[in-house]
Structures are given as C-alpha cells and as structure tokens.
C-alpha cells in the first residue's frame, strides 16, 4: 500500500464528511472498512487534515471496540455474547471456536484467516447464540455446528 | 409506484401530500395477493434473504408479476419463528419457510388458496395449528401501535408509509398547531422516555425549547448498547420514516434545526434504511429546507456509533458526536441546556420518537387511556431468552410479567422452571416468580429493584445460575466503562473479580457483605447512570437468590449447573446405548466407547467440561451435576 | 456576579455567583479532599474524591463540579462521605503499583497524603500488580504508568496549559492509560517538554529526570523570579535546598507567561561547563593560571593604558538593568571608549531602523504590543521565527490561539513550516524572498480593499506599486492564491498578530519590518498606538539592553582589546571566530568554553541563579530577578570587579 494512495483514499473518505471532526468515529469507520483496520499512517493524515490533536484521534480509535489497530484476517468472526445469547451458552460457542482456531478473542489465526471477535449484541437475540462471520448471520449456534461452520470458509 | 431510484416530486403544500397519498392508495388493490415477507435482521440472519430471492424468481419464472405483488417488509416481531412469510389480504401466516417451500407457497396458497399445512405455526400449548395472523397467541395479546405498520410497509419505499398516513401528523403540526401546542399535546399525553431513564418528553422539550441559544441540536439515540434488546434496530430497520416524522415534529416544537441519527455501526440495515429514508424524505421535501411549504428548516445526518454502551448515556453519546471518545462528563447542567457542541440539545431514543405522530394523530386524551397511571401508552419489549415465544412484543403499560412470558411468551421450553426475568438491561436487575404478576411500568420495575431500560426482557430458566447472570452483566459493564471515575471503573472491575472468585470456588465468608459495600459506593459517587445502576444485577440476584450465593460459597456448588469449575458431566449409563457421537464430537478425547449397547465411559481427568457432548447427545445420557 | 450565601456543614459561608462548591470550600477555608482537581485545569469531577452531599440530590455529588447557588445546603463531612472517599482510596491503591518507598514523589503525593489522612491501614481487595510500562526515553521526562491513577491532569495540562495535547487516554476503563500521540515514546512524540505534566500530576507518574532525589518539598526554601531562558519573563519558583537548585515549578499554570517551558523548566537545572571559580590570566608558558583579583585587575589596567582608543566593549543582554548600566558606564566613562555593543546589537539596529523608516515617531519598540495579545487573536503570521526553539511560551500561546479560539496561523518561512500540526497555511518564498513576499501582501490587501479607511497612504501605494501579484508569485516561488488568501486571512481578521524573529533580522535589511508594520497598520491592527506586531528578541534582557543605549555597535571592524561580560551566555560559532584575532581580550564569564581559551584575562561571574536586578520583557515590562543561590565559594557579583577595575583607573562607579 502506497503512502500516496493511502493519503488520497483517506482524503476523500474526509471529504464524503465535509473533514467535519464531529464525524471522527464515522469517518475511521469508513477507513476500517476499506483497510479492515486502521493503519497509523492514516491515522496521522485524518489527523492532520482534519486538524484534531494525533493523540485525540488515537484516543477515539483506541476507545470504540469496533476499531481494531492490527491488520484482520480475511474473514472476520464475531460471536455474540449478549445476554439473550449468554443465557442460551454463547459462552461455550466462543469457546468451542477459540479451541478450533487456537486463537483468543481480539486475535488473528497465523495464516490471516479468521478474526475472532466479540461483540455485545446484534439484536438478533431471538436466534440466540448468534455467530456473524464476515456479514453473515448463523443464528441458533451449537458447539457440535462450530466446526462444520468454519470449515464451510476458505 | 414510486420507489427506489426514481426522483420524487418536491411536495409544497399540506394538500399535495394528501393529494399524492390518494393517489398512492388509490393505485393499490387491496384484494390483490400480497406475499409480504419479513426483511428484518433477524429472518436475514435463518437465509431470509435466499427466500426472497426465490419468490422474485419463481414469479417471475412463473409469469405471475401482475397477479401478485411482494413486498419486503419490516421485522413483525416473531423472530423466533423466522423467516415469516405472510400472504395477505387473507393475513395467512407461514413460519420458517425455508427455499424449497416457496414454488409450493406460490402455486397453492396465493394462486389457488390452500392452505399448506405444515407451515403454519403450532401453538406449543395447545398443539394446534394457526392459519391466521392476528389467531397466533403471540400477537393476541399484545398492542401493536408502533410496531405493527413494521409488516404493511417495504421501509426503502416512502410512499407504503404514506399509505398507511405517514407524515399526517408532521403536516397538522406544521400548519396547524405552534410550537407550544405540539409541547403542550406532548406534556399532556405524558408520555415518557423509552429509553431507560423514563423523563417525560414533553418536559424535557419544552426546557429545550427555553433554553438560551441559537442553535440547538436533536439526536435520535439508536445506540442499543442494551444487550439483548433491539426494538430499537427494528424499527429504524422496519419503519424509519416514523422516527424521522416524529424528529421533524420534535424538531418544530423545540425550534431545532439540525438533527442526528445516532446507530450503531453493529445495525448496517438500519443505517442503511435510515438512509434511504432520510434521502427519500428530503426528495419529498418532507425533510431539509422549506418542509412542506411550512418555511420550517430540518436537516437530520447519520452519525455511527463505534461500539459503546456508556454511549447511550446522553452526554458520552454527544461527546462521541463531536469526535471525542465516548466519555460521560458531569451533568450538573443539563444536556437540553448545554450539550453537543455546548448548545442545547434535546435527545430522545427512537422508541420516544416513533411515538410522537401516534400521539399527535390520535391525540393525548385518546394516548393517556393506553397504560397505568404514571406510565402511558404501550411498550415495546424484547422478549427472549428461555421463552418459546421470543421476539418483539408490543403491550400496554400496566400488563403483568406473567402475561407477557406466559401468554405472549408461550412459557418455558422443554417443560423446565421459570426462574427469574431480567429486565432493564445491565442497568436492571432480575425479577423471581414471586413478583411474576407485578404489572409492568417504569415506577412499579423500579421498585422491584430493576427498571424499563430499553426494554429488554431476558427469560430464565432453572439452568441458569443467578450469580453467573450477575458475574455476565458486571464482566459486560466493566468492559464497557469508559474509565473516568474511579468508583465505576475500579469499583465494578473489584465486583467482577469477587463473582468471578465466586463462581470459580474461590468464594469466602463476607464476599456477599464486600459486594453490597462496594454496591453502595459506586452507586453513590459513580458519575454516570452506567456506574450508578451497574451494581443492579448483582444486589437483585443477592436480594431474590441469596441461597444460590451461599451454595457458591459456602458448599462450592452450582445448583444450576452453569459455573464450571463447580460442576462435572457425567454418562447416565442406563440412558446410554454407546451411539458414539458424543465420543467423536469430544474434543479432548475425554469418552471412550466400549461396545456397542454399552454405556460410553467419560474420563473426569481428560474432560474440560467444553458441554459438546450434552448438545450433540440425543437421548438426554449426559447430565450435569 | 451577584454575591450567595450558602450553609456548608452549618456554618453560612458567601461565595460569586457561578463558583463551584469546591471553590467556595477553599475559599472559606473547608477542607475538601481532592485528586483529579488542579487549580488552573477544568474541572471534570472523575476522582469522586470531593464528594459531597448537598440537600434535594439524591446522591453525592462532586463539589469540584458543582455549580453553587444561593441557599444550598452543603455537607463535606458526614461519616457516609468519610467512608466513601476510604473506599474510592482502596480503589485506587490496588489498581497500579504504588509503592512509596521506590518513589522518588514520596512525601510530596497528593495520594499518600490522603492515604495518611484516611489512616489507610490495610486495603480490603486484593492488589492486582499490573504490568505496565515505563516510559524514559525523553530527555526530560519519565512517565511510570504503575503510579498513575489516570485523573486526567496531565492530559489536561497538556491540552489546556501548553495546548500541544500529546497527551490523552488510550483504551478505555481500568486498561486506559496515558499516552502520547499513537501511543509513542514520549520522546519520539509532539511532546515539547514543557513539563505542566509533571507539574500537573498527583502522585510520582509523571516526573523529571532533573529533580529526581534533589529534595523534597518541604524541606526547600521557595523563590520567586524571573525566567531568565527568554525574553517572555514568566515567573519562575525555584525550589532551593542547601544552596542547591531542586526544582522550577510555574508560580500559576494560567497566566500567560505562566506554564514554563522545557528551557525555564527544565535547561536550567542541566548540568553546566565547569565554573570559572577565581581570576585566571595568561602566563608567560600561554597558559591560563588562576591568580588574585587584584592581580587580574592589574593587568587588565596595564593593557588599557596602553591601547586606549581600540578598546571596545560587549556585553551578554542575559544581564539584568543594573549590570548593563555599570557596563555601559564602565567602558564609557573608565575606558574612555564609545565603542559599545550587546551580544545582539545587530538586531536591535535592524528593528530600530525598521520602526524609524515606518513612522519616524519615536514610539522605538514601544510601538509593539504585549505578547498577551496572541491570546485574542484570529489570526496569527508568525514570519521568519521559530518560537518554539526561541521563546516555547509563545509558540504556547500560538497554540492556545489556534486550538481555543480557532485563529487561523500562517507561517512564513523558507526551510520548514515551524508549526507542522496547526499551520492553516505555510508560504514558503524563496530564501531571501521574504520581503517581496510581505510587500505583495501588502498590495493585495490595498488592492482587495481590505484595509482600514484612509491607512493606504498614497505614499505607500505608490511605493508597492512594484509588487505585482505576478511578480511576486514568481520572485518568491509561490502561487498567487496562496498569496491571495493569506492576505485575505489576515485581512478579514479583527484581531491579527504578527510575530517576527532572528530570520527577518539578519542580512542588514530593515525593510521587511518596515513593511510588517505596514500591515498590521494598514488592516487596523493597532490600539492606543501599538501595533499588532512582536520581535522575538534574542535574550532575556535584550529590550533593557537596547533601551539603555548599550547596542550602539562596535567601531572598529576588530578592536585592540575588548572587554566580553558573557556572564552565563554560551558560546557561538559566530562569536568564536570573531574574537580571533583580538589582541587583548578579557572574558568575564561564569564557564570555562573555547571563548576563555582565547582570553588574555578571564574574569568569574555569577550565574542566573546568583544574580539580581531588574529585566525588561521583550515586550517592555520591567521584572525583579531575584537571588536564589549564594554566589559559588562567594564570587564577586559582575558589578564588583567593574568597580574594582574602576578604582584602579582612579574612577568611582556605583
């Protein structure tokens, strides 16, 4: 990835919002879904261009659980762990998926396949435990599917 | 029909709204068959969307585009039984519909009008099978004033809202009622925040509309951090353009002129719809400069939220609006007074707003003889958890807990013990079958020691561990402290380690007493309402379920047999035919299998207690002590 | 502000409209105990420490937050509080690793303070020992993450005090931590070392490497003088034990010339050359051998005899009023010479002339305004400067113009944009180009219109005819939109501020002060005679310097003999190869340097520290500068060893 590319990409992501700081969190939001995280060197031009301080938009991205600093995986897991979840043992599905893919929730399988992440509710909680992997929802999760489940991406 | 990607016509007056829905109503038939098929997050999430695929395809395979008409849908609320189908105008209602059903749908039911049977929904309590709708003993009881447009309307085409007499209520407002009449009609329908605090809306308006500024915000808060509630999503996914009506007429009362949408990023269709919606509204000229002809300046923007509970807290929600991190600050002048920005601002969540053109159309006195006396109008809950029923349900104030789980809800599932309902979120706290025909409303939860919140109502069954839900909403609440004071960061973290210490057989004499001193500091000194009701969970399940604290601690036990470290599987042998499935579903090799027709031997030392081969065991042979 | 009355633990008490509870407690004496408060920070109530209960709240609330009103009824001290703040203590002590016996802030934190007062004898959760990282990697500054109990001072004295907001929150709840920029070494950061984080911080997280072990605070004498790094004059408090210097803290973290900077905070107690601790002159071997005052003056006077007419003087500008005056006299009167110059005459020639072809008045650099103006500006050029190598505090208050005020900063310069992260608009004209440059700016304000009624002089006008925007654009090398909107900026403001320093004054050319003048005349920025317009002068006492008439300029292109009172002033590579070839040179200095090994006689001289008189800020306030150490093993002052000289000529000065 270019440095020069990466400025103009992240220019005119801060031009869909008139560089307006008040749209910070959307605006990085924009960034990760075009890097799937959020590189530092971009981190430094919205900073600049925008005008905010480098640690306050550090401190924005560091704060929301939706950005992630480190590059993820192709696809990205993501276990719900809300309450009508937890009480139907989203628990034991995460679990059975760190064992799959010997990773810990935050981190990225060494080939750069999965991302395993948590999430506090989709509002999918009728179809509880809820798995989400790249976008896509597996409502009504057992540990016995987690396999066959991750087996199905390549 | 107008709709997607076709550039509306500007509209300028009251009366070309009403002309332009005439003639909207007037192009539809209401006696032509209608496939109307839930697009919500939900049926999405069981392939809904391959099922809509399918009918597009078959009718169009089939020839039958003239004959009948699909439509997209809102969320009905029946997540539970997902993807709905519901073919109208005979309202017949199909559940789970999977691919392979759509040619049958199609060639029996919408074209020669039989019934196929085993798609209908069987009431678990009866065992009888459902054809209609409004028959099925979920909806029966339930009031749906706010929801129920969710499944007449398509939410990315405006004008199935202006069938159904959207924007009416913005148009009367606009031209013939003032500002201080709008508040008034508000004030007087009392109608109260839905989105956990409970304020009276009219009140917080009209110290909006009082306060010195030029400027003033509006927010729409659907930052449903609350886990296990998503009324809020369904609307905003279902039926944006009633949110957006009761903003603009928010808007004129307080005298604002630019709004936001403030969604979580985790809700992509309800960014997406709200979107569209606000597009749509502006091409109408429902929304931006000049609304309706009034001379009356809206402009509402989208604005994502990254991930934060504390954010539904008014002020860490404006803080992360003006590109700050989601902090609460301390409120001693209120946000309607200095908010976003420092100008005033007036923030309510969707559910307050979805309410507002009911109230204005239908007017206060007719809304006041919805509900209890403190507590008007109708509630949307998310009934889920261990309930045959779960999904959205819309009720009116004042109707007690057991009718909703018992009646609405259908009941526990598979014949176990009702235990305990959570409601309020991580703020509330768990209610015990004694208080089952407590009558719901914001003063009357709160008394219990619980509260609205959201409305998230989390049903427990005898298998689950009431010091494993107070350990979950604490571990949720110190991840999702913002850190700034030090009772609610360190305070909540201490709580968790203690329940965690707990739950692990490391409880000791006097950790219950620790709790309820540490309670006491972080609900007294905390900064924001986050720290200042997340001792809830733990005080209700110590309040209403001491004993299962004692047998944590004192006999390292979990009677519910959730908490690990306390329990063990175990082979019921007598059960056991020796199937080996659980033996190859075992990740650690834990089972050995002996012969066939011989119970499998499950190896203590090997086995991490991971529960597969409970789930994958058919015959009920694993149990847990 | 209308006077209240309010009951605080039943006692009435009168406070200001608009005070919190907080202020009113300690304005009354009620001793509330705080953590995340710090007098000059917002307030952001996130300690809880200052809780309090206050009748019709339905929980404490924090006093430091509070906004009192007329008939509130406090209580700071009820048992239920006592125990609470115990509690918040506990929190607090098992979160990081604080452990006072290795921390050098013992008995100076604000945390064990409570800890005693609260008789925290045991804590009720278990400690949790994070692991967490020191940072040491700054020059200055230590930050140790185990002592920080994140209230968010140093985060606040970052943004709000030095405006370079390095500083913030990272993560969020109990993983939060300070940190700068993208979580970056401090010295690999933004960070200025300006140190208000250090002076911020409760406890031992945030510290200097320079004060470490020094000493605590209670057991050090405290000074108040004058900073003499720059010509800003900030107030300094120099902390003394045993006639040693342990720390400078800012008297007040709000005042304009308040903060400090890394040179007035810290450069200070740096280690210097060794000192100049008796009379030295060169012996027969070339030598330089110490020797008596008396004999060091006698060959001083035998010299001077001599080669009367071709000795000059010069004199460091760090020296306050009172050594200047002696000086001036000295070599006037004693040596009989009218060959006299500061260190930085040359400037002060240059901006003198620059004002007198401007308006020949007699204002001189009276016709500047004080430097408290950049806090009210709109818009700021700062040209031909770099205030944060020169003079930080002002780079401080450019900072705090833009970031609280949102004034829009133009930088002139043709190496580097000196202001990277808040620059609206960097010029960058070809070396030399400048006063092209600020000519054309001039015309296109007149051209635009954007300038006050009847200030364009046809005289003026006639004069900037040359500058063509075209002309201008192609001599300097920039385009003529960016020309055309820097005057705009700076011609729409209502309050714009130019600032100019040692690149406009060097090369003998006058005429770009002249021309800055002229802006800041021509768009109306003046009050009662003074111009919108700051000199960065070279040092401390410069103005006094010049205003006592000591830059009048060496005569001859080398002089016979020269008398150098460096004082405390380092050396230059400028000055070095000036001195070559002087016969006769005497250096009083307080440091051995390459200058005093070309010196004939070098004579002691006090440090900063040592020293008293009287400075005049760069924008002519007149400051006390007071004595904080004895001399070193009792040195002579600078003005002693003139007179002594004096009175071996026969001469009496005083």
Not at chain 1, 12 to 17: A, E, G, K
Not at chain 1, 80 to 106: F, K, N, Q, S
Not at chain 2, 283 to 298: A, M, N, Q, R
Not at chain 2, 530 to 539: C, I, S, Y
Request: aromatic share 6%; glycine share 10%.
């Amino acid at each position: 990835m270019g440095a020069k590319q990466l400025a103009e990409k992240v220019e005119s992501i801060l031009d869909n919002y008139q560089r307006d700081q008040g749209m910070l969190v959307s605006i990085l939001q924009d960034i990760q879904a075009e890097y799937n995280y959020l590189p530092k060197e971009a981190l430094v031009e919205v900073s600049q261009t925008l005008g905010a301080p480098l640690s306050r938009v550090y401190s924005v991205a560091t704060f929301f659980k939706a950005f992630s600093l480190e590059p993820r995986g192709r696809y990205l897991i993501n276990v719900c762990l809300g309450t009508a979840c937890h009480v139907r043992g989203a628990v034991r599905i995460l679990e059975t998926i760190e064992r799959e893919l010997d990773i810990r929730p935050g981190k990225t399988t060494q080939d750069l396949k999965f991302t395993l992440e948590t999430v506090n509710c989709v509002g999918c909680c009728a179809l509880g435990p809820v798995v989400i992997i790249d976008g896509e929802y597996h409502g009504q999760m057992k540990t016995d599917k987690v396999k066959v489940l991750l087996e199905n991406y390549t | 029909m107008v709709g997607k990607g076709q550039a509306l016509n500007r509209l300028s007056s009251p009366d070309e709204l009403e002309g332009i829905r005439k003639s909207i109503i007037k192009q539809r038939d209401p006696n032509k068959p209608c496939i109307t098929i839930c697009g919500g997050t939900g049926c999405l999430a069981l392939r809904g969307e391959s099922v809509i695929a399918a009918f597009k395809q078959k009718i169009k395979r089939q020839g039958v585009e003239t004959k009948v008409d699909v439509r997209i849908t809102g969320c009905p609320g029946f997540c539970e039984r997902g993807p709905l189908v519901v073919i109208k105008p005979q309202n017949i209602f199909y559940q789970r519909i999977r691919v392979e059903d759509v040619p049958e749908i199609i060639s029996e039911t919408v074209l020669r009008d039989n019934i196929i049977d085993r798609l209908l929904y069987t009431d678990p309590n009866t065992g009888q099978k459902v054809i209609y709708e409004h028959e099925v003993s979920f909806y029966k009881k339930q009031k749906r004033l706010i929801i129920g447009n969710n499944e007449l309307i398509d939410p990315t085409i405006i004008d199935d809202y202006l069938a159904v007499g959207g924007y009416a209520a913005l148009s009367k407002v606009l031209f013939r009622m003032s500002p201080e009449e709008v508040i008034e009609e508000v004030k007087k329908s009392s109608l109260r925040g839905r989105g956990g605090g409970g304020f009276p809306t009219g009140i917080k308006w009209e110290t909006c509309r009082k306060a010195r500024g030029d400027i003033k915000y509006l927010i729409c808060n659907c930052d449903e951090g609350d886990p296990g509630a998503f009324m809020d999503r369904s609307l905003m996914e279902g039926n944006p353009h009633s949110v957006l009506e009761g903003m603009i007429i928010g808007a004129y009362a307080i005298g604002c002129h630019e709004g936001y949408i403030y969604v979580r990023n985790e809700y992509p269709l309800a960014v997406k719809n709200a979107g569209i919606a606000i597009r749509q509204a502006e091409e109408y000229g429902l929304l931006g400069k000049d609304i309706l002809g009034s001379g009356f300046d809206f402009s509402i923007r989208i604005s994502r939220g990254g991930g934060a509970f504390v954010c539904g807290e008014s002020s860490a929600l404006m803080a992360s609006l003006e590109g700050k991190p989601g902090e609460a600050r301390a409120k001693y002048v209120h946000t309607v007074e200095r908010g976003l920005w420092d100008k005033p601002t007036n923030l309510n969540n969707v559910e307050t707003w979805a309410n507002v053109p009911l109230i204005i159309n239908q007017g206060a006195d007719w809304y006041t003889k919805i509900g209890t006396p403190n507590s008007k109008g109708t509630k949307i809950f998310s009934l889920v958890g261990k309930v045959n029923n779960t999904g959205l349900v819309e009720v009116p104030m004042g109707i007690t807990l057991r009718e909703v789980i018992f009646d609405i809800g259908g009941g526990i599932p598979g014949g176990k013990e009702f235990k305990a309902v959570q409601t309020g979120g991580p703020s509330g706290g768990v209610i015990p079958e004694s208080l089952l025909d407590l009558p719901v409303d914001f003063d009357e939860l709160t008394k219990a020691g619980s509260m609205m919140g959201s409305g998230g109502m989390i049903v427990m069954d005898e298998n689950n561990c009431m010091v494993d839900i107070a350990k979950y909403f604490l571990t949720f609440l110190e991840e999702e402290s913002c850190g700034k004071c030090v009772p609610c960061r360190e305070g909540v973290k201490r709580m968790r380690e203690i329940l965690t210490d707990i739950t692990e057989g490391r409880g000791k004499d006097g950790d219950i007493e620790l709790l309820e001193r540490l309670s006491a500091v972080i609900i007294d000194s905390s900064l924001c309402a986050l720290g200042g009701t997340a001792p809830n969970p733990v005080l209700t399940t110590i309040g209403y379920f001491r004993d299962e604290y004692e047998a944590h601690i004192r006999d390292k036990r979990c009677p519910a047999g959730v908490c690990k470290a306390l329990i063990s599987y175990h082979i019921v042998d007598e059960k056991c035919p020796g199937c080996r499935l659980c033996e190859k579903a075992c990740p650690t090799r834990a089972i050995t299998f002996v012969e066939k027709r011989k119970p499998v031997i499950l190896d203590q030392e090997k086995c991490i207690k991971c529960g597969i081969c409970y789930d994958v065991c058919n015959l009920d042979a694993i149990t847990v002590k | 502000m209308n006077e209240i009355t309010l009951a605080i633990n039943d006692r009435q008490v009168k406070g200001k409209e608009g005070d919190t509870v907080l202020e009113i407690c300690q304005a009354n004496g009620i001793d509330v105990p705080t953590l995340c408060h710090h007098e000059g920070l917002s307030d952001v109530g996130a300690c809880r420490m200052c809780v309090v209960e206050i009748e019709k709240e339905r929980s404490p609330v924090p006093a430091c937050t509070y906004l009192a009103r007329d008939g509130l009824v406090v209580k700071t001290n009820t048992e239920q509080l006592e125990r609470y703040r115990r509690q918040i203590l506990e929190l607090i002590f098992t979160e990081h690793n604080h452990f006072c016996m290795f921390c050098e802030q013992s008995e100076d934190c604000e945390l064990q303070k409570l800890a005693y007062r609260y008789q925290m004898d045991n804590v009720r959760y278990p400690y949790t020992f994070p692991s967490l990282p020191v940072d040491a990697l700054s020059d200055y500054l230590v930050i140790d993450h185990n002592r920080c109990i994140l209230c968010g001072r140093c985060i606040r004295a970052c943004s709000e005090v030095a405006a370079s907001h390095t500083l913030d929150f990272s993560q969020r709840g109990w993983k939060a931590l300070v940190s700068a920029d993208l979580e970056q070494p401090l010295g690999e950061s933004s960070c200025t070392s300006c140190g208000a984080c250090v002076q911020a911080c409760p406890t031992g997280a945030i510290f200097s490497k320079l004060n470490l072990y020094k000493g605590k605070t209670d057991e050090c004498q405290q000074i108040k003088t004058v900073c003499p790094a720059c010509g800003v004059g900030c107030e300094l408090n120099v902390l003394v034990k045993d006639n040693n210097l342990v720390r400078i803290e800012a008297p007040s973290l709000t005042e304009p010339r308040g903060p400090l900077c890394r040179m007035g905070r810290f450069r200070l107690l740096e280690p210097t050359p060794p000192r100049i601790t008796s009379p030295l002159v060169r012996g027969k071997q070339g030598e330089l051998e110490e020797c008596s005052l008396d004999k060091a003056v006698q060959v001083i006077v035998e010299r001077l005899a001599e080669a009367k007419d071709g000795f000059a003087g010069m004199i460091s500008t760090r020296v306050p009023n009172e050594t200047l005056s002696l000086f001036n006299k000295f070599i006037g009167e004693v040596v009989g010479s009218d060959s006299i110059d500061t260190r930085d005459g040359e400037s002060y020639r240059i901006i003198s002339e620059g004002i007198r072809l401007f308006q020949n008045n007699g204002r001189g650099l009276d016709i500047e305004c004080p430097i408290e103006d950049i806090l009210e500006a709109d818009c700021i050029i700062v040209v031909g400067a770099d205030p944060e190598k020169t003079n930080p505090i002002i780079s401080t208050l450019v900072r705090r113009a833009v970031s609280q005020r949102k004034a829009k900063l133009i930088v002139i310069d043709s190496s580097r944009d000196v202001f990277p992260l808040w620059t609206d608009l960097w010029l960058k004209p070809r070396a030399g180009s400048e006063g092209v440059l600020l000519n054309g700016l001039a015309k296109i304000l007149i051209d635009k219109g954007l300038v006050g009624p009847g200030k364009a002089q046809a005289e003026l006008i006639q004069s900037l005819s040359q500058y063509e925007t075209g002309e201008v654009s192609r001599t300097t090398g920039i385009e003529n939109e960016r020309l055309e909107l820097a005057a705009e900026m700076y011609g729409w403001a209502e309050h714009g501020v130019i600032i100019y320093g040692e690149g406009l004054l060097q090369g003998n050319d006058a005429s770009s002060i002249t021309t800055i003048l002229n802006l800041a005349n021509i768009t109306g920025n003046q009050v009662e005679g003074e111009l919108r317009v700051i000199s960065l002068k070279p040092c401390a006492n410069s103005r006094g310097a010049w205003e006592l008439g000591l830059a009048k300029g060496i005569k001859q292109d080398k002089p016979k003999g020269l008398y150098l009172l460096l004082a405390d002033e380092r050396e230059s590579e400028e000055l070095l190869s000036w001195l070559k070839g002087i016969d006769f040179l005497v250096v009083q200095t307080s440091y051995y340097s390459s200058v005093t090994s070309l010196a004939n006689v070098v004579l002691p001289s006090p440090i900063w520290a040592e020293r008293e008189g009287k400075y005049v800020t760069t924008d002519g306030r007149v400051l006390e500068l007071k004595q904080v150490l004895q001399p070193k093993d009792g040195l002579p002052q600078d003005q002693e060893i003139l007179i002594e000289i004096s009175k071996k000529l026969g001469h009496r000065l005083s």
